[in-house]
């Protein structure tokens, strides 16, 4: 398939091929999910913590005799049926990821970028360079009508652009070993460049 490339001043710069086998695929959802899914669960903190009968802070002396009171026998007031007593099999620290092969994560990544482009939400430009101004930037990005974008680069980003875009709400750049699916997925406008599209190719064949 062919789609116009542009510079950020909007002027067209000509046109490229892109690979039906990154942009080309009728995308699923099944393996969208299973990707995003691997990545939130991979970046949850899992921290969660209860106290448990030995942690929480009453004394430990016996609440009452052992016979004669006609009520359930206790030890102390740290029991789980007790107000502010020890939870019982709570949460305890631990990783939510799990593994998800590398073939399929490859997979996720070209039925995102497909998804993009059959939903006409992919622009293709020469190049992200800037003259480091936040201002002119910000304008130029106004004027292509970006208002939730995705700039992806080649392998590195280019640094006078990564500082004029710091302070633009909603525009986020990454260079290619940084792509994700999660990321592409939840902005409004995907934008690579055309070293960018170069990398992803030779990063997913």
Do not use: C
């Not at 009968?53 to 009520?71: C, L, M, N």
């Not at 939870?87 to 620290?93: E, N, V």
């Not at 994560?105 to 101004?133: C, N, Q, T, Y």
């Amino acid at each position: 398939m062919k789609l116009d490339v542009i510079k950020l001043d909007g002027a067209k710069a000509g046109d490229i091929e892109l690979d039906a086998e990154l942009f080309g695929l009728e995308p699923r959802t099944d393996i969208l999910h299973r990707v995003v899914r691997w990545q939130r669960n991979n970046a949850q903190q899992g921290t969660h913590k209860v106290k448990t009968r030995s942690e929480t802070s009453y004394s430990t002396k016996k609440i009452y005799r052992q016979k004669g009171t006609g009520g359930a026998r206790h030890g102390d007031r740290n029991a789980p049926i007790f107000r502010k007593g020890g939870i019982y099999k709570g949460p305890t620290p631990r990783s939510h990821g799990h593994d998800l092969t590398k073939k399929f994560r490859k997979l996720g990544l070209r039925h995102a970028l497909s998804a993009k482009a059959k939903a006409g939400e992919l622009v293709i430009i020469e190049d992200a360079a800037a003259e480091g101004k936040t201002a002119a930037l910000a304008k130029q990005v106004k004027n292509l009508g970006w208002k939730r974008a995705l700039v992806i680069d080649g392998s590195s980003v280019n640094e006078d652009f990564l500082k004029a875009s710091r302070n633009i709400e909603g525009l986020d750049i990454l260079p290619t070993m940084g792509a994700n699916v999660y990321d592409i997925l939840k902005r409004d406008t995907l934008v690579i460049t055309k070293a960018g599209i170069e990398a992803l190719e030779a990063r997913l064949k």
